[in-house]
């Protein structure tokens, strides 16, 4: 049958006005084969594997993007963790690793360069600790490099000394970019129950068990909800979560689409599509503004968690049924400084980090981009994220925390990244300690996975 | 929702949606240039709404013999220039993709 003019229409204007376009479109590249014990050597292999790899990937994203009338706004690379690389590093040798992939990156023309991760939700091994070390000023030293880690699994626990560095790493990271509010912090995510498919960053890395190179893609698409619940403004719930359902489907297809043409135009297999909700600073492109469509007075108040589970759930249904691999962190993101409707939120007060946290409880992917005082203590940032990696662990979910001790300002203060990375009110953090807590180190055992109630 | 298309685009159906004030030989001069990079029309439908505002839509197929995606979309975008309207060229594949299960 041939399309309406209706269905036409309507694609058009889903760019048009409502901001339709693919989030990310990220090459996932294996590095396992690149180790060995000369760091010069091994970040000479890394930078040349990428340039070779990612060689078409932006000229080969503007044509696909071009041909079907949706724009794809980034496309960039994820990498295998490189914390084991390199044999018995020193910290020195994985700035020089994060130079040359800086470098590749800016060479293929990238933004963001994911992968730059190390996985110890266990333990950590001597390069690990190297490279934990080295962290803070890789991320302040590089400007596309984007780190993770993970520190918690439901199979392992909590590996709390591992959480404690991450403290004092975020803290170092702020410190040594206090001149641009600390945006080292904002290439660094923290994670329980991290994924090795998921494209968005800062939080993407080629995870182990993953092709020799493989596409993943991740959907957008706030503003298309947003317009299509104008449609149901006075319908019940159902109606409400029906009517994600099927914008949902729509974006979903879309990606599915995209990115299997550009896997196959780049020769290399399609892996996911990853059914999160990503919202920009531009305006109309918010989840906080979806929420608050679905009836709340300001995201963040009473309801705000219900409002968002909906929310997450019917994105899920309506685009695990439009896409036949659905991956990555799937959820709804809820990035404070990202997002202008949740930074309007947390300056009047409406959004409190506890709120947030409670939030992340029914969607991935956790605390992102938070806005915190500079003097909160390592060991606040540590409980921090401790809390929401508690979250991930016993609810089987990825979580992630990705916080900006912003410094020299205080709550109420606005913090300026600039760009993708937008801008945000400072936000209070508790005020009573767990330092006592944090220092104990050690692991918090694995939980239980029956007797669930 | 295999892609039809090698790297150039040719040998794809392709949709040509064209909004803009209404004005004498819009449809011929955007119907013209597709003839000459070997897009043959399959259905063609245009209106005139609230009295100026012209819409059309034409799906055609962009032989493997005719001109590339790209070059075919920067003549377009040339002709929509000149003519003050906004066209766009898109594969058919996204609409289908969007509304069809």
Redesign the interface.
Known sequence: MSLTLHEIFETLGMVREAHLDIRTVTMGINLQDCSGPDAREVARRVAGRIRERAARLKEETRRVSREYGVPIVNARVAVTPVANLLQNPSPDDFLLLAKAMDQAAREIGVDFLGGFSALVEKGTTRAEDAYLEALPTVLAETERVCASVNVASTHAGIHMGAVARMGHVIAEAARLTAHADGIACAKLVVFANAVGDNPFMAGAFHGFGEPECAVNVGISGPGVVSRALDRVAGGDLGEVAETIKRAAFQITRAGELIGRELASRLGVPFGVLDLSLAPTNTVGDSVGEILEKIGLEQVGGHGSTAALALLNDAVKKGGAFASSYVGGLSGAFIPVSEDTVMAAAAAAGTLTLAKLEAMTSVCSVGLDMVAVPGDTPPETLAAIIADEAAIGVINNKTTAVRLVPVPGKKVGDMARFGGLLGEAPVIAVHPASAAVMIRRGGRIPAPLNALKN | ???S?G?S?AG?RI?V?VQGVDQVGIVARVTTLLAECRANLT?I?QSVLGGDLF?M?A?ADLLPDGAS??NL?DHMAALAESLGVEI????????????RV
């Not at chain 2, 766009?88 to 509304?99: G, K, L, S, T």
């Open positions: 929702m295999s892609g298309g790297k685009g794809a949709v949606t259905d439908s819409v839509v799906v995606f790209e979309s766009r060229v898109q594969r058919e594949e996204i609409f289908r993709a969007m509304h």
